[in-house]
T-cell receptor, first 115, second 111 residues
Framework: GAVVSQHPSWVICKSGTSVKIECRSLDFQATTMFWYRQFPKQSLMLMAT?????????EQGVEKDKFLINHASLTLSTLTVTSAHPEDSSFYICSALNTGGETQYFGPGTRLLVL | GNSVTQMEGPVTLSEEAFLTINCTYT??????LFWYVQYPGEGLQLLLKATKADDKGSNKGFEATYRKETTSFHLEKGSVQVSDSAVYFC??????????FGTGTSLTVIP
């Protein structure tokens, strides 16, 4: 089946620093990737839709200058949390849309802790 | 608009019990329906899907049937195991570019 990886799986950083999270589709090309945030015991909150070669589309309430998304190739999207603060601590999950465009395949998630 | 409503958890069952997690949806057109599973500390994994009315998705002993007349996609398993303990999410998409997730149902299976 389709495999999506995320790196790193765990990151701890100091307040004010920037953190980059990578999302890769390993065995298929993904023109569209999604970034989600999940708080403990809650559902996924869609942050943005990332299309290869174009600007990401952000959901209402998500600061695009805070959460920079780059989708430079058909297999890689990155999310950079700029000037991270403790309230940005969360579980970030990416997903990639398969070639048929009907199924999302999820990465294993990245747990971010900002001290 | 599009939305998914799941039964609230948590659900606790004994091993080998029968499982049903209800999911109903509201959608325009003819959506595709999904169940995803999230094990502790991990991302979501696709469990099963159905793309048109009356289709039955199945995987690992889980089943769900796309019922257009009742706008439902209930997840069932005849005999749960401890390893099925996880959070289950129902989801739909109309276009493939926008997915709508339910709030998730936590399942704990005790020996």
């Amino acid at each position: 089946g389709a495999v999506v990886s995320q790196h790193p799986s765990w990151v701890i950083c100091k307040s004010g620093t920037s953190v980059k999270i990578e999302c890769r589709s390993l065995d298929f090309q993904a023109t569209t990737m999604f970034w989600y945030r999940q708080f403990p015991k809650q559902s996924l909150m869609l942050m943005a839709t990332s299309n290869e070669g174009s600007k990401a589309t952000y959901e209402q309430g998500v600061e695009k200058d805070k959460f920079l998304i780059n989708h430079a190739s058909l297999t890689l999207s990155t999310l950079t949390v700029t000037s991270a603060h403790p309230e940005d601590s969360s579980f970030y999950i990416c997903s990639a849309l398969n070639t048929g465009g009907e199924t999302q395949y999820f990465g294993p998630g990245t747990r971010l802790l900002v001290l | 608009g599009n939305s998914v409503t799941q039964m609230e958890g948590p659900v606790t069952l004994s091993e080998e019990a029968f499982l049903t997690i209800n999911c109903t949806y509201t959608a325009t057109g003819y959506p595709s329906l999904f169940w995803y599973v999230q094990y502790p500390g991990e991302g979501l994994q696709l469990l099963l899907k159905a793309t048109k009315a009356d289709d039955k998705g199945s995987n690992k002993g889980f089943e769900a049937t796309y019922r257009k007349e009742t706008t439902s996609f209930h997840l069932e398993k005849g005999s749960v195991q401890v390893s099925d303990s996880a959070v289950y999410f129902c989801a739909l998409t109309n276009t493939g570019n926008q997915f709508y997730f339910g709030t998730g149902t936590s399942l704990t299976v005790i020996p």
